[in-house]
């Protein structure tokens, strides 16, 4: 495909030192990482407390822990719209303040109830963070450390999730859940203050007919040198062929490859399983007789695990490839699932509980790596600009959508087929998981985002045109 294979060579060399405010960009509003991750993150330990406090079943467990997710696949789907209208920049201000809300009304809950609606609150802006920050990393970011840029999204949500596991550790008791809810507002007020001086993106400003702005904002974020005009150019071109935004739109012939893979990548990062470990990995081992102590160290373990794993994934998604890093860590999770389901059929033994802790964290960091490095990368990469916002939104409600799915059936498929049962299932969708990105998904190392949209529009599968 010759407009993919010759353009694809102008793309900025890894070597070019790149200005700083690209790299802040990416730093301060990948804060919103570290907030999805601390605020879905916590209840794992506020949870043992949550129960005998408020007295909660396995079924209100469960709706405390899914609240969550039901707002964010509806601040996923209303982040899209606004971002498309008000920028994405205006957008992720608007979320860190209600983080900020969400996070305070949590920490001042009288009752299950309000408990329920603070987290709901917490959900819109989860959902609106990781909608729109990979979004606008993906806008912003040069091609050549466009994925370590995003990917940085990921390791802040594992450095929330390991913060969170560290707090619950740490404030473990009646009432410490209070605390753990509350210091969520600190990051909040960060994310809004450090987004106050950061630029907008400039494919939105082309887009949105601010090529004067668009080019001041280049300026800005590209080495001295650069060509900003040809980069402006070739986003212009893009949103000139773009048709407008209709209902219709993204189920047009040459869209419907993009989506596909979005939307199954979307889907597997949750049926994988790493969210039932994530929520409930501390009551399980607890109820499993681990003890509560013991159940908050392997927490804090898993916190660790999904820190290395996103510091990998950040390597691995430049170094070796997006669809490369899945096809080696995918099955290694499966595995990992494997032996942990096998685990929990042999007798309770010390031995036992150190292959339930080794498998587990073997879990967590392949799955973090194969997995969750790439989720939020892919769909802002690989949908055209014409239904980015949408499009991912789309990807976004269906990770939370999953997730859902995945928090409000846990303990109850562990209650109705065993733990072992659980985690064979989850173990067998890795399996289907290798099987959709052998057969669907291309690879976009290296590919500016322009070149990634001709290779759609052009004929033959999107896979071959990428190469």
């Known amino acids: 495909m010759p407009e993919v294979t010759t ?37 794992s330990g506020a949870l043992l407390y949550l129960r005998q406090d408020l007295d909660l079943s396995s079924r209100g467990q469960e709706i405390v822990v899914s609240v969550i997710l ?30 900020a809300l969400g996070a305070v009304g949590a920490a001042l809950a009288p009752g299950a109830e309000a408990l329920v609606a603070a987290r709901f609150v917490l959900g819109l802006a989860v959902g609106g963070a990781s909608n729109m920050v990979p979004v606008y990393i ?28 560290l707090c619950g550790w740490l404030f473990a008791g009646s009432g410490g859940w209070r605390i753990m809810f509350g210091l969520a507002v600190i990051p909040a007020v960060v994310l809004a203050v450090g987004m106050l001086k950061l630029p907008e993106s400039p494919r939105w400003l082309v887009d949105n007919k601010r090529e004067g702005e668009a080019h001041t904002v280049l300026r800005r974020l590209r080495p001295q040198g650069a060509d900003i005009a040809a980069e402006i150019a070739g986003i212009r071109d893009i949103a000139t062929a773009a048709p407008p935004v209709h209902r219709r739109a993204m189920t ?103 292959v339930v802790i080794v498998s587990l964290f073997a879990y967590i960091l392949f799955n973090g790596i194969g997995m969750q490095s790439v989720v939020w990368l892919i769909a802002p990469e690989i949908l055209p600009l014409s239904v980015r916002g949408p499009a991912t939104s789309l990807a976004t409600l269906t990770v939370w959508g999953f997730d859902l799915l995945i928090a409000v059936t846990a303990l109850s498929a562990i209650n109705a087929i065993g733990r072992s049962g659980t985690f064979f299932v989850y173990a067998a969708m890795n399996v289907l998981c290798v099987v959709f990105v052998l057969l669907k998904v291309p690879e976009t190392r290296n590919k500016s985002l322009e070149d990634i949209e001709k290779a759609l529009r052009a004929p033959g599968p999107l896979r071959q045109n990428l190469r």
């Open 7 to 43: 353009l694809t060579p102008k793309t900025p060399h890894t070597t070019t030192r790149q200005p700083a405010l690209v790299y802040a960009v990416a730093a301060v509003s990948a804060v919103g990482g570290l907030l999805f991750g601390y605020d879905t993150g916590i209840i």
């Open 70 to 99: 039901v707002g964010a696949m509806v601040g996923a789907l209303g982040s899209g719209r606004l971002a498309g209208r008000f920028g994405r920049r205006r957008v992720v201000m608007w979320v860190a303040a209600v983080f």
């Open 138 to 165: 993906a806008e912003v970011a040069p091609t050549a450390i466009r994925g370590r840029l995003m990917v940085l999204f990921q390791l802040m949500v594992a450095i929330g999730q390991l913060l969170a596991y």
């Open 252 to 354: 047009q012939p040459w869209v419907r490859p993009a989506l596909v893979v979005a939307l199954g990548v979307a889907a597997f990062s949750q049926l994988t399983g790493i969210n039932a470990i994530v929520y409930y990995a501390p009551t399980m081992l607890s109820d499993a007789g681990f003890g509560d102590s013991i159940a908050l160290l392997t927490g804090i373990g898993i916190g660790v695990m999904l820190v290395v794993a996103g510091i990998s994934g950040a390597i691995a998604v430049d170094a070796i490839g997006r669809r490369r890093t899945m096809l080696v860590f995918i099955p290694l999770s499966g595995l990992s699932m494997t032996v942990l389901g096998v685990a929990f059929l042999v007798g309770d033994s010390t031995a036992q509980h150190w």
